[in-house]
């Protein structure tokens, strides 16, 4: 047991203290944003968010002019002749109960769909930059590669910028 422990701590102690590492780091939101497929799956998230947006639009003109007709009614006389009776304006109530209901359950389905569309339309543009830093990473015998975005400090004296080589691959810039 003292062994294992032993040997991993020399491990450790080896790997840390090796000047053979290499960690570099990338700004990969610059990366991404710079790629055809990046825009191209911004518009097509976009186009449907426009979609959700003008549908959700249509329910809720749809809920006040019906909203607008219930009010009406109640304020007129008793005696008017087109005054619902209670069994209408139940009905009426009861609809517009539902249509309420229906509004918010597509809010809550097209907010799950659109972030599961936006996973969907953007995991290949970032598999496409993970693929290209994996390979400059074995290529040039990195032990991490981070984001820029993800770290607190980067010392850039002992830590390499990958981002102009994987641009480079990419054919951005």
């Known amino acids: 047991m003292r062994k294992a422990i032993l040997f991993l701590v020399v491990f450790i102690a ?21 790629m055809p497929e990046f825009e191209k799956a911004k518009a097509q998230l976009e186009k449907e968010y426009r979609d959700v947006q003008n549908q959700l639009e249509q329910l809720q003109v749809e809920y006040n002019k019906k909203l607008q007709e219930l009010q009406e009614n109640m304020q007129l006389p008793a005696n008017d002749s087109n005054k619902w009776s209670p069994a209408v304006l139940q009905l009426k109530q009861q609809e517009l109960s539902d249509l309420q209901q229906r509004i918010v359950n597509f809010q809550n389905t097209a907010q799950q769909t659109l972030q599961q569309r936006q996973v969907d339309l953007f ?46 691959i990419l054919g951005l810039k």
Request: glycine letters at 4%; hydrophobic letters at 35%.
């Open 14 to 34: 080896g790997i840390t203290f090796s000047n053979a590492q290499k960690f570099g780091y990338i700004d990969l939101e610059s990366v991404v944003s710079k």
């Open 123 to 168: 995991k290949p543009v970032y598999n496409k930059v993970d693929s290209v830093v994996d390979i400059i990473a074995k290529k040039q015998g990195y032990i991490f590669v981070v984001t820029k975005d993800n770290v607190y400090y980067i010392n850039k004296t002992k830590v390499d910028d990958i981002t102009p080589e994987v641009e480079k």
